[in-house]
């Protein structure tokens, strides 16, 4: 086999300690294997390799996803994956490391090959190497265990074994006279390799030193160790995001104990619930609580690494509580008004609780609320924001007939639907002169001292003041003061407890008022429904009395 990859060869000598491959021949010709390894090794000595997929230009190929195999000229050498094929991941990015994978058992000039399962694709390398390293067992070779250090001990039931021994050499571990692995020692004579699964008390380590013949030609001295077994404890556990959860609510329960266990698990409500080690001595489970409400008490169940186990109480309880429904919260229109100019409705609104897919509006209009043929669609949310109302939107109607005309305004969705929880109430407007109209005032409210009675209410965007209104026991209203301000104070004379009940319209121009009351409020007044009126705007509201007297 040798003579015809010599023969298809293109062999590669470089003055490195490297010796890349020499053979181009995959499918396309553009695609081949390359060898590095070192150029000279002893006898037995294991060293690294690496191979690689290249193209014509020498470039890797980061795409190569073959299957390879390795062998050399002569039966006992040690190649990687002896017998197998190696395939190239993604991962690989077309070159693939060996480390300490190639051991030559015979002296002289020695060649490795590689070559594609599959294509025409391989590679070879000449390693020079040194007879010196045939040696039988001398007082020379040796092998020393570092750590960990005779008669010492250990918490855990992982240990990091390392020692030192001759360079680039294979290194068996016995565990208890049974096989722990094995381990190539690195340029520096120094191996390492983590043992896991310390389960015994009292342990010994043994290290052999193996040549290219798989014979033992040194032992290491022994070590013996032993391991603490601490006993499975349990330190705290906590519930997160709190301890006292609505029903079905997502919680995770986090427990402190001690590192290392094969298993913890949680007993709650009737199910076990396995946690697993997020970090040392941190274990955690996430699930939900339990469907009816209650106090829950926790169990905590722990097993070693031995198969010990015990079960304790949780230091901790989950208290569940019925789950709280929030009130359902209707899409409303608010501050609502209207600016007649010429043929031109002009509207500023704004929306209370929005719908997630509300995206427009749409104003329809007609001679009254049941006839409203007419209709306009406003641009969208974002590009018709009010200017005078923060928040709140604009929009206007144009080129209507000077009549009176009833108007409502609609939600829209963005495909176009209309959305039935949000239509305003009717607006009624008149074209052909100037006008204006506003919504209803809402949330009064009324505080009482010993001295006096304030009225207050939600200001309105649009309002230019407010008339409140008594209303007499025959249900007769009658204007009782204007104001600029959203708030009136009585102040009470002295005498017998007497009130009365007030409500409040707003304006948007000198004549146009709100087309509905607010709600009725009882204001105590003070005896003989007498009382002292501190008015914030009384000159104002003399002239508008004085107006409509005339």
Excluded: H
């Amino acid at each position: 086999m040798s003579k015809l990859i010599s023969l298809i060869a293109l062999v590669a000598i470089f003055s490195s300690i490297f010796v890349p491959f020499s053979l181009s021949a995959a499918t396309g010709g553009t695609v081949a294997l390359e060898i590095i390894a070192n150029t000279t090794s002893r006898v037995g000595e294991a060293i690294d390799i690496t191979v690689r997929a290249v193209d014509k230009d020498k470039k890797t190929v980061t795409g190569y996803r073959g299957s390879v195999i390795f062998n050399t000229d002569n039966i006992g050498d040690t190649v990687p994956a002896p017998g197998k094929t190696v395939v190239f991941t993604a991962d690989d990015n077309g070159e693939k490391k060996f480390s300490k994978a190639l051991i030559f058992k015979k002296s002289g000039k020695q060649k490795i090959y590689v070559s594609d399962v599959s294509d025409d694709i391989m590679g070879e390398a000449t390693i020079m190497v040194d007879a010196a390293a045939v040696t039988q067992p001398t007082l020379d070779e040796s092998v020393t265990i570092i750590t960990p250090e005779n008669n010492t001990k250990i918490a855990a039931d992982m240990l990091m074994v390392s020692g030192k021994t001759r360079k680039n050499s294979k290194i068996t571990l016995l565990l208890n006279g049974q096989d722990a692995g094995t381990v190539v020692s690195d340029d520096s004579g120094i191996f390492t390799k983590n043992l896991t699964g310390l389960t015994q008390e009292a342990n010994i380590l043994v290290a052999n030193l193996i040549d290219g013949t798989n014979t033992i030609i040194a032992t290491s001295p022994e070590i013996r160790f032993g391991r603490i077994l601490a006993p499975a404890t349990t330190y705290g556990v906590t519930i997160l995001p709190a301890t006292t959860l609505e029903m079905s609510a997502p919680l995770e329960i986090i427990i402190d104990a001690t590192p290392g266990l094969s298993e913890i698990s949680v007993s709650l409500d009737g199910s076990i619930l396995i946690t697993t080690e997020a970090s040392p001595g941190k274990y955690s489970i996430k699930t939900v609580a339990p469907q009816k409400s209650g106090v829950y008490a926790m169990k905590i169940s722990q097993k070693d690494s031995l198969g010990q186990s015990k079960t304790t109480d949780s230091p901790t309880a989950l208290t569940v509580t019925e789950k709280l429904m929030a009130p359902t919260v209707s899409p409303t229109f608010k501050n609502v008004r209207t600016t007649t100019v010429g043929s031109r409705v002009v509207f500023d609104f704004s929306v209370d609780n929005a719908p997630l897919d509300l995206t427009s509006f749409k104003i329809a209009y007609g001679k009254n609320a049941d006839s409203l043929s007419q209709e306009v669609t406003t641009l969208a949310m974002d590009k018709i924001a009010s200017k005078t109302n923060s928040g709140g939107y604009t929009w206007y109607v144009d080129n209507v007939p000077p009549d009176t005309y009833t108007f409502k305004i609609f939600g829209r969705t963005a495909s176009g639907t209309l959305i039935s929880a949000l239509v305003s109430e009717p607006i009624v407007a008149t074209v052909g002169k100037d006008s204006c109209t506003i919504g209803n005032v809402s949330g009064l409210t009324v505080a009482t001292d010993t001295s006096k009675s304030v009225i207050s209410w939600a200001a309105l965007s649009g309002a230019i003041s407010y008339n409140l209104y008594r209303v007499s026991a025959a249900g007769d209203y009658s204007i009782f003061q204007n104001t600029k301000d959203p708030t009136y104070t009585l102040y009470l004379s002295s005498g017998a407890v007497t009130y009365e009940n007030f409500v409040v319209k707003a304006l948007c121009d000198t004549s146009t008022e709100s087309k509905e009351y607010s709600s009725m409020s009882r204001v105590q007044s003070g005896p003989g429904m007498v009382a002292i009126i501190v008015i914030i705007s009384a000159i104002f509201g003399a002239l508008l009395m004085r107006r409509r007297s005339i």
